[in-house]
């Protein structure tokens, strides 16, 4: 909708305004399903990183961000933020569907 700055989920729509997203088949949960129809509190398996000790979510080559997995950076000066689009982060102009 016009003027709307929440996530698109689906079809170009937020869940607010019509966004149809599956839900977690856990009782009373009302989180995102994201494998086999439950959330990850649920049972869906997340890749985790390859390095010992390490419980973050891996990102690229099965690393987390911390242990090397490489993610585009906004490419504003002094701005850190993660490239959505065009090499921009979304502050800088990315545009979001």
């Known amino acids: 909708a016009n003027g709307c700055t929440n996530v698109v989920q689906k079809g170009g729509v937020c869940t607010k305004h019509g966004a149809n997203v599956k839900r977690c ?3 009373g949960c009302t989180n995102v399903a994201v494998q086999g129809g439950v959330c990850v509190r649920h049972g869906a398996k997340v890749k985790r990183c390859s390095v010992e000790d390490c419980n973050n979510k891996a990102v690229t080559g099965g690393k987390c961000v911390k242990h090397g997995a490489k993610i585009k950076r906004c490419s504003v000066e002094d701005c850190n933020n993660k490239a959505v689009t065009g ?3 979304v502050k800088h102009g990315a545009k979001i569907k």
């Open 25 to 27: 088949s856990g009782e």
């Open 87 to 89: 090499g921009k982060c």
